[in-house]
């Protein structure tokens, strides 16, 4: 009889254990679907900066703090308000914090030390651990106290000596860092940027490239900072090695048309890359800095583009958490087309630098090729009418960019020219008054890196109004709502950039004489 109730409580307990393991295996289950998120509120905040004052000598750090603290303040109204309407996460602009000009020595007061976050610290609880931190323990209290995760740009510095050949004359690095702190105030990812903008003298290039994620329940998440996303380290290393969904890029942006203004081509930078992508800009009319935006693969979900006021601007939009990207094969539709025949009308034109191959549209409706090395561009169109006060014109360019920066292109681009005289083609237009029917764009690419661009008169974006197939055309999906200023296939070939230059720039003198500033020549895309 003992030996039947030993074997029946064991029995029991078997049982007991197995239905456990059931149960703690459902709880896991039922943890992580909740935990999961399928769509997120993103934010972002392009933010008009309060700018230092000039000065002949760096300002104290009592002073450099009052001006962060100015900036956080407008910064903190924007976090609060994203985090009352839902957002999961907020993003700000590259120097938001603390303005732009300046240079090594007048930077250094606004500097704090930043830990590699696998230090596991929340500086709103322990401010001074790492020495004194206001702005991060600012930025981890905002996020901590509003349930939201905070991106923001500030700046890092680190001691070296000269047991380190690489170590500056002034004992220090200096990094233009993001920053983002998670819903509890934890330091979660810190960036050093890597490919620095023309005048950014101010900061040092990090030694090894820095591939920056970070995991939420709203998937993946990848980091980088205004001109890194021209170059393919480490933003296309990100997406294709890291298989980041969500990308969060901090920018000082200054728009130069008819292909690299923000909206226009960070919106196709996340519907080439098949990521989501949140941008946030300064705002500074003057200094031409608008242009923020939540994209998605398939079309951006909002954006802002204000060159008439002088207000900040918050957006947010609802996001897929694993974003749909299908593939696509930039090279299939073009090359299996005959030439359309040009009979000798092609011309030459400049845009940012680099001449062109262009072709006139001289009717309401037509077909074109224009080629340029191994890229040949095929376009089909129809105008809505035929203006005698416009001309458009169809490009392509294969070739080494060496103005700001080194790369090589690949572009297809049908665009508005900014007189009626073809000289002007590829000239900075931002109006137009002719709309089209419908167009297809493609070319022969050598790259699967392409970036599709349509952009409208007053420079706003075309979101559900063309697609991509997966031939690789550029197509539209209805007659486009307002006259057009450019659609553009923007290939990126960062196999033949070869070994990178010193960008050009102007060093202007304060009346003064004594105080350096750097200034960005006419066609400058990040401060």
């Known amino acids: 009889m003992r030996a039947r109730m030993h074997t029946h409580t064991a029995n029991n307990v078997i049982n007991w254990i197995k239905a456990k393991k059931s149960t703690d295996t459902f709880s896991v289950f039922c943890v992580l679907k909740v935990n999961s998120l399928d769509t997120f509120t993103a934010a972002v905040y392009e933010h008009a900066v309060i700018l230092p004052s000039v000065t002949l000598h760096p300002v104290s750090p009592e002073e450099a703090l009052a001006l962060m603290n100015r900036n956080l303040d407008l910064l903190e109204g924007a976090i609060t308000s994203a985090a009352k309407q839902g957002a999961h996460i907020i993003v700000t602009p590259e120097d938001g914090i603390y303005g732009v000009s300046f240079t090594r020595k007048s930077i250094y007061p606004y500097l704090e030390d930043i830990p590699d976050p696998q230090v596991n610290w929340i500086p709103c609880n322990n401010p001074n651990r790492f020495g004194h931190a206001p702005v991060q323990e600012r930025l981890s209290c905002l996020a901590r106290d509003n349930a939201i995760y905070v991106v923001a740009n500030i700046g890092d510095k680190k001691p070296c000596n000269a047991s380190d050949p690489q170590c500056p004359p002034d004992g220090r690095y200096q990094y233009n860092t993001n920053v983002v ?5 934890k330091l979660v990812a810190r960036y050093h940027k890597q490919n620095l903008f023309m005048g950014e003298e101010q900061f040092d290039t990090p030694k090894e490239v820095e591939v920056v994620t970070f995991d939420t329940a709203f998937g993946k998440f990848g980091i980088f900072t205004c001109f890194d996303v021209l170059f393919h380290d480490p933003a296309v290393t990100l ?33 080439g890359m098949g990521v989501n992508f949140l941008a946030s800009n300064l705002h500074n009319p003057l200094l031409r800095m608008t242009g923020s935006g939540i994209y998605a693969p398939d079309f951006p979900k909002t954006f802002h583009y204000d060159m008439k006021t002088k207000e900040g601007k918050l957006l947010l939009a609802q996001l897929d958490s694993h974003p749909y990207h299908p593939i696509v094969n930039w090279t ?53 009418e035929k203006r005698s006060d416009e001309v458009y014109a169809l490009g392509a360019f294969d070739g080494l960019h060496t103005v700001e920066g080194r790369y090589y292109l690949q572009i297809c681009t049908l665009l508005k020219c900014k007189t009626t005289v073809v000289q002007s083609c590829g000239d900075s237009a931002d109006t137009a008054a002719t709309k089209f029917e419908m167009f297809s764009l493609s070319g022969t690419f050598g790259t699967q890196y392409v970036f599709p661009e349509v952009l409208l008169s007053e420079v706003q974006l075309a979101p559900r109004e ?37 960008s050009s720039y102007l060093v202007a003198h304060s009346l003064t004489g004594l105080l350096t500033v750097i200034i960005p020549i006419a066609y400058s895309l990040c401060w």
């Open 181 to 185: 702190f998670d819903s509890q105030g």
């Open 239 to 271: 997406v294709k090695d890291r298989h980041v969904n969500t990308i969060l890029f901090p920018t000082a942006w200054m728009n130069v048309l008819p292909h690299l203004s923000a909206i226009e081509f960070h919106s196709a930078w996340a519907m």
């Open 332 to 384: 299939s539709y073009a090359s299996s087309i005959e030439a359309f025949s040009m009979r000798n009308q092609e011309f030459k034109g400049t845009v940012f630098h680099d001449e062109y191959i262009f072709v006139e549209l001289k009717e309401i409706t037509g077909n074109y090729t224009v080629c340029q090395k191994d890229l040949c561009c095929h376009l089909s169109y129809q105008m809505s």
């Open 466 to 502: 063309f697609q991509v197939t997966s031939d690789g055309r550029l197509l539209s999906l209805q007659p486009t709502s307002s006259p057009v200023l450019t659609v553009t296939l923007f290939g990126r070939v960062y196999g033949k950039d070869g070994a990178p230059n010193a």
